[in-house]
């Protein structure tokens, strides 16, 4: 199993422990919301398109609340199942989907008040520094300063080029997280203070 099946079956157990009304980190949306932008996403590319373009953001949203309306069950079975075959998620699950996964599974964990973070996994790891070397350069595009992340091993990547960097270091899994716009995550920020203020707060959405 890859890495982006591990992180599935894991949010999906979640799921199913937590039930579909517990809070997630993607506020306001509560678990069956999260589930039901998950199948959407793999399964109605039709809708899916209005998660990144806001013209089609209102067919995108009645289409996640038809899916967050089935019984839980059967909203958690179609999460743990995955993409149908004739969805392009098939071929490319662990390229578009580990990070993703994982980042959504830290969701619901990271919702409970006695969150702790995972223990480093060389495999997760080297999967999800793939994609944060890529995506990091979208998320913090809009940063005034430089951005430099840095793995506790010292490898690092420059996301933004600019002025003033600011280093942000952490184990891989957390600096993902903040790439992805989470605050529940345990990273340490070097630099000038007000340089580091400014990468506190840049807009890290896609």
Partial sequence: MGVAQDERRLLS????????DA?????????????AHLVLRERRPDAAAGI????????????QDAYAAKPWDE???LVRTGPPKWSPYVLLDELVNSVEYFVH??????????WRPR???PVRDAALWSGLRRVGKLTYRSSPVGVVLRRP?????????GSNPVVLTGQVSELVLHAFGRERVEVEFDGDPD???AVENVNRSL
Wanted: net charge negative.
């Fill in 195 to 197: 340089a580091v203020a």
């Fill in 105 to 114: 599974h830290e969701d619901v964990r990271r919702a409970a008040a006695d």
């Fill in 52 to 63: 990144l373009v806001k013209p089609l953001a209102g067919h995108t949203r009645k289409v």
């Fill in 119 to 121: 223990s480093p996994d």
């Fill in 153 to 161: 091993d010292g490898e690092s990547v420059t996301v933004k080029a």
């Fill in 13 to 20: 157990e979640l799921f199913a422990e937590v039930g579909p």
């Fill in 75 to 77: 909203l958690v079975a």
């Fill in 23 to 35: 809070p997630t980190l993607c506020d306001p949306w509560r678990t069956r919301d999260l589930a």
